[in-house]
């Protein structure tokens, strides 16, 4: 079956520091990957995507960046975080052409 | 106007009575509509998808859709406290098949 991993689940980070969010996936082969972010009390706002290694959709203008190296490892990255980057960070993924996604456990980051 | 549209509650129903959770969309070209439970603080869990208008059964929830209508609905039958979470419904997007609209969600409470 498989299994998505994503770490770490929380995460404290001063202003201006950078980030590193990975997550990975087990027991399938080429899925779609996503990175999302949920405010607090808000809904999923849909950071990046992709479809294959290297190749990477980006869904909203903001300091963040991603990248996917490998087929089941995508990253999510910061140079300098900025205080509005707090949230619920949440990794999926969904098999290529069929479209349920399925979440990993989420990073809750907070920045001080 | 939102994309996904849902009360964002609370639902307040009693323990053993019928949950109706409602969600519309605004894309006529939407194919594939899914409802996701999310505990507080836990990443959302996939529940139920449907593609076809009607209805769609699986244990003790049911999934309706009227494409007609644009709305897509969400029965939970014989609540139980352990139903207490917020629904996300959520809709393909037009523009691309792998990339899924959230809604911001519906708080529904079962109280014993």
């Known amino acids: 079956s498989q299994t998505i991993h994503q770490w770490p689940a929380t995460l404290v980070q001063p202003v201006g520091s950078p980030l590193s969010l990975e997550c990975t996936v087990e027991?399938?082969?080429?899925?779609?990957l996503y990175w999302y972010r949920q405010a607090a009390g808000r809904g999923l706002q849909l950071l990046f995507y992709s479809v294959g290694i290297g190749q990477i959709s980006s869904e909203v203008p903001q300091n963040l960046s991603a990248s996917r190296p490998q087929d089941r490892q995508f990253i999510l990255s910061s140079k300098k975080l900025l205080l509005s980057d707090s949230g619920f960070y949440l990794c999926a993924w969904s098999a290529p052409h069929h479209q349920p996604q399925h979440f990993g456990d989420g990073t809750r980051l907070s920045i001080l | 106007q939102k994309e996904v549209e849902q009360n964002s509650g609370p639902l307040s129903v009693p323990e053993g009575a019928i949950a109706s959770l409602n969600c519309t969309y605004s894309?006529?070209?939407?194919?594939?509509f899914f409802w996701y439970r999310q505990y507080s603080g836990k990443s959302p869990e996939l529940i139920m998808f449907?593609?076809?208008?009607g209805d769609k059964e699986d244990g003790r929830f049911t999934a309706q859709l009227n494409k007609a209508s644009q709305y897509v609905s969400l029965l939970i039958r014989d609540s139980q406290p352990s139903d207490s979470a917020t629904y996300l419904c959520?809709?393909?997007?037009?523009?691309?098949?792998?990339?899924?609209?959230f809604g911001s969600g519906t708080r529904l409470l079962v109280r014993p």
């Open positions: 027991g399938t082969s080429n899925p779609n």
């Open positions: 449907i593609y076809s208008n």
């Open positions: 894309d006529r070209g939407s194919q594939s």
């Open positions: 959520a809709v393909n997007n037009k523009d691309s098949s792998y990339k899924l609209i």
